[in-house]
């Protein structure tokens, strides 16, 4: 290695340090299921807004939405970041209130107060390759950083990655996700700030840096009047606007607010916070036509921008606020199955025998390097970065997003219904994506049949909704009376 790459090397080194000292001290706060899960329900508004924006700014968005942008345009990322912040603004306004006062620690312990133990555990299936498709993104994006500063193999970077983010994650839960966010916020957010601006320097200003670009690739809408390229771009903006608002990730950030205006608040922030700077890696990888070479093949636009563009000193920082982005967001991505494992699957599995929360607990925390290990084994197979993430939350758009809508806003949503629901969406959503003609909005059209799915179910299957279940779920119960 060059001595500016082992400078580098050695900047990332002490970050990741302090990240995994984080995690190891953090866990002394670890008492509780809830503790883990939700941090006891007690971030402020610093935390929360931290902790959601820096979840949500993962892979995707620095590195899958940059390379996407500069041969797609904005047309290609609308799924993320644009319908993305669009989901923390619609989870905030409408969702906050109605899961706050259910006092739920995971989306499967609504499912299960809605519509019954059934099925909930069998929704809690569905996010088990939701999440290892999406930590296998993280976990490649990480990867690809190390790979393309050091003489690591892919393969090896992917590894040293993961197994840091694994330690923090296992030692830690949501009080390390909090914590280690609102640091690796303030970094995303300064770096990105940096790079975005020298590069529009290098383009001759504000006034001049799209000049010369392809006019097709600052399109936000479709040129066309096709009915297929629009609902395409209504499919575009469902798949991460609707289908993460059952997100375990978000939820549980949802959560662990310690009211429900902070909940709300921080929500919406952060999602307004998302498009802002969501937009800044989207107009680099567009702008990267301008200031890197035209033959250019690289496998990350944004570190090569940085590489060329920006002194030692910053280039270590940019790398550091990268990898901070990537790293907030596989560790809630790891946590998030872990959860729903320990404190769903596997109680409801043996509820026969009992399993106190001591249990639950060592089950989450033994649960995080087995999600590590088969993400890792994802994200060495599949290679694809934004691919991966939109292919991850197409699952859920397609099974639970409907009975989770439904179930909140309409009292006569049903078991039968939810089943029916995810069961068509997502069948239709594989058989259309085997079968269909290249450019059809599959997933679109599986929600659709989805949401027909639960008010069909619903309505011929009458009567059948869940009371509150569980000690203590009282409020749940008077809540689900009334939605």
Known sequence: MSTAQVGIVIGVSGYLAVMLLVGVLVSRRIRTTADYIVAGGRLGWALSVGTIFATWFGAETCMGAANTARTDGLLGVIADPFGAGLCLVIAGVFLVGVLHRMRIETIVDFFELRYGRSFALFSSWFYLPVYLGWVGAQMLAF???????TSLSLTV??????????????????????ITDIIQMVFIVGCFLVLFAVVVARCGGPAACFAGVPPELLRFTPASASALDWLGYAESWIIVGLGSLGAQDLISRIMAARSVRVARWSSVGA??????????????GILSLKVLPPDYGGRSVLIDLSLRYLPLPLVALFVGGLLSAIMSSVDSAMLAPASIIGHNIVPYLFRSRGVDDAAQLRICKLSVPVIGILSLAAALWFGNIYA????????????????????????RAG?????????????????????????????????????????????????????????GTGECGRVCARV
């Open 143 to 149: 990867g690809t950083v190390l790979h393309a500063l």
């Open 157 to 178: 970077a992917v590894t040293v990655s993961a197994s840091v983010v694994i330690v923090y994650t296992y030692c830690g839960g949501m009080w390390a996700d909090a």
């Open 388 to 411: 991966l993430c939109l292919e991850s939350w197409t699952v859920l758009l397609t099974s639970i997003t409907a009975p989770l809508l439904l179930g909140a806003f309409w009292k």
């Open 271 to 284: 999602g307004v916070l998302y498009w802002t700077m969501g937009a800044l890696p989207v107009f680099l």
């Open 415 to 471: 078991a039968a219904g939810a089943f029916t629901g995810a069961v068509a969406g997502t069948a239709t959503w594989l058989l259309l994506a085997a079968a269909a003609p290249a450019g059809y909005p599959v997933k679109l059209a599986g929600f659709v049949v989805s949401t027909a799915g639960v008010v069909v179910g619903s309505l011929v299957v009458p009567g059948d909704r869940a009371p509150a279940v569980s000690a």
